[in-house]
């Protein structure tokens, strides 16, 4: 299993970015998708996930109604568009799989086994 982030960087308060994570080396339509991001010393934070077909998604209260998670099973491919963003959502971005559900997706790091290296989003004031 890979999984390759990429889209992260530098922004402006109010500007955005798009994440993106390319996935490899297992069968994509089976796995649900989630976007992590963690801070130093702090507990690693579930902020999107979506459901192997797309019919679920989860969003974190801090991000509902700025960001917006898709995938491409066609391209194996997640993408995690962040509008609005605030100094808060500076973290280091973290794309998981793990076997999904169609019926419901979970959204805690407990519940993925598979992780990217992580991509650095910094929202400057």
């Known amino acids: 299993v890979q999984l390759v982030e990429s889209g992260g960087g530098l922004v402006q308060a109010g500007g955005s970015l798009r994440l993106s994570c390319a996935a490899s080396?297992?069968?994509?339509?089976?796995?649900?998708i989630g976007w992590f991001r963690q801070i130093p010393g702090k507990e690693r934070e579930g902020v999107s996930c979506?459901?192997?077909?797309?019919?679920?998604?989860f969003y974190a209260d801090s991000v509902k109604g700025r960001f917006t998670i898709a995938r491409d099973n066609a391209k194996k491919s997640v993408w995690l568009q962040m509008n609005n963003l605030k100094p808060d959502d500076t973290a280091v971005y973290y794309c998981?799989?793990?076997?999904?559900?169609?019926?419901?997706?979970?959204?805690?790091?407990?519940?993925?086994?598979?992780w990217g290296q992580g991509t650095q989003v910094t929202v400057s004031s």
């Open positions: 080396g297992f069968r994509f339509d089976d796995f649900a």
């Open positions: 979506i459901s192997p077909s797309d019919g679920y998604t």
């Open positions: 998981a799989a793990d076997v999904g559900d169609n019926q419901y997706v979970i959204c805690s790091q407990n519940e993925y086994e598979n």
